[in-house]
């Protein structure tokens, strides 16, 4: 099993930036591939962004360009760098390890975007 635990949400102006980090414990993180989904209220959950376990990176149209996921495997974490953040990004930002179709969740953390 995969306990994560993100961090590093909150409020943040239009234009502004925020990085999220989530911490993976129980497993070996290096053979996950991980992803990064968010819900805004009264919407789905969609998927932001994902980095396989080989570093290879996919986004959804509306944040490339201003989001960037890494990793770094000593650490067992993946981040999501969100510059130039715009009220549409509000929403509760939820990490993902999967492997072999089977996936875990973290808490999740909320993110703001409001003047």
């Known amino acids: 099993q995969v306990q994560l635990v993100e961090s590093g949400g909150g409020l943040v102006q239009p234009g502004g930036s925020l990085r999220l980090s989530c911490a993976a414990s129980?497993?070996?993180?290096?053979?996950?591939?991980m992803g990064w989904y968010r819900q805004a209220p009264g919407k789905q959950r969609e998927l932001v962004a994902i980095?396989?376990?080989?570093?290879?990176?996919n986004y959804r149209e509306s944040v490339k360009g201003r989001f960037t996921i890494s990793r770094d495997n000593a650490k067992n974490t993946v981040y999501l760098q969100m510059n130039s953040l715009k009220p549409e990004d509000t929403a509760v930002y939820s990490c993902?390890?999967?492997?072999?179709?089977?996936?875990?969740w973290g808490q999740g953390t909320q993110v703001t975007v409001s003047s």
């Open positions: 129980g497993s070996i993180f290096s053979s996950y591939s």
């Open positions: 993902n390890a999967e492997r072999y179709g089977v996936g875990y």
């Open positions: 980095i396989t376990n080989g570093g290879r990176t």
